[in-house]
T-cell receptor
Framework: RKEVEQDPGPFNVPEGATVAFNCTYS??????FFWYRQDCRKEPKLLMS?????NEDGRFTAQLNRASQYISLLIRDSKLSDSATYLC???????????WGAGTKLIIKP | NAGVTQTPKFQVLKTGQSMTLQCAQD?????MYWYRQDPGMGLRLIYY???????DKGEVPNGYNVSRLNKREFSLRLESAAPSQTSVYFC????????????FGDGTRLSIL
């Protein structure tokens, strides 16, 4: 099975801080990459796609490093509402199957 | 604005019972998926349907069957439930194409005693 690895955390971070976590993938032929957010006992929701040149959406920045086969997610000025599990997802491109990481749990503390 | 609708939301079964989980999407998506999520693990693909009329096995298909009834509906059947199938089941749909996200239903929490 192709692997997508994430630090499970939890990352305990004070409100307003910046936090970053990485995700490594094993298949160098992987073509598309995503970060999803999952709140406790809820369905995953797309946070952002990750583009080769990196991309930013408000307080969130995603980066792709193909040479080292990892993607990263940076959250600036963290809010209490950012507390969730962040799932790294990779599409290897050969079929319709996404490979999901087990997630990194983030807890923002007041 | 329903998106992906799954029924039921909760179910308790006894070992050996059968049941069908229902999934419907109203976004005119071609591809549909069934996943299971267990504690500490990523979502694992059970079956998927790239388009109406086709279904394919994912990573963990044993003990399950699926039917793509039409473009909107994709059902998952457990013929003889086992305790190892206790999990949260998610249905998802997607516009087929590069870099397209998947949209999920609320999930079905299934316990098998």
């Amino acid at each position: 099975r192709k692997e997508v690895e994430q630090d499970p955390g939890p990352f305990n971070v004070p409100e307003g801080a910046t936090v970053a976590f990485n995700c490594t993938y094993s298949n160098s032929a992987s073509q598309s990459f995503f970060w999803y957010r999952q709140d406790c006992r809820k369905e995953p929701k797309l946070l952002m796609s990750v583009y080769s040149s990196g991309n930013e959406d408000g307080r969130f920045t995603a980066q792709l490093n193909r040479a080292s086969q990892y993607i990263s997610l940076l959250i600036r000025d963290s809010k209490l509402s950012d507390s969730a599990t962040y799932l790294c997802v990779v599409n290897e491109g050969s079929n319709y199957q996404l490979i999901w990481g087990a997630g990194t749990k983030l807890i923002i503390k007041p | 604005n329903a998106g992906v609708t799954q029924t039921p939301k909760f179910q308790v079964l006894k070992t050996g019972q059968s049941m069908t989980l229902q999934c419907a999407q109203d976004m005119n998506h071609n591809s549909m998926y069934w996943y299971r999520q267990d504690p500490g693990m990523g979502l694992r693909l059970i079956y998927y349907s790239a388009s109406e009329g086709t279904t394919d096995k994912g990573e963990v298909p044993n003990g399950y069957n699926v039917s793509r009834l039409n473009k909107r509906e994709f059902s998952l059947r457990l013929e003889s439930a086992a305790p190892s199938q206790t999990s949260v089941y998610f249905c998802a749909s997607e516009v087929t194409g590069y870099n397209q996200p998947q949209h999920f239903g609320d999930g079905t929490r299934l316990s098998i005693l």
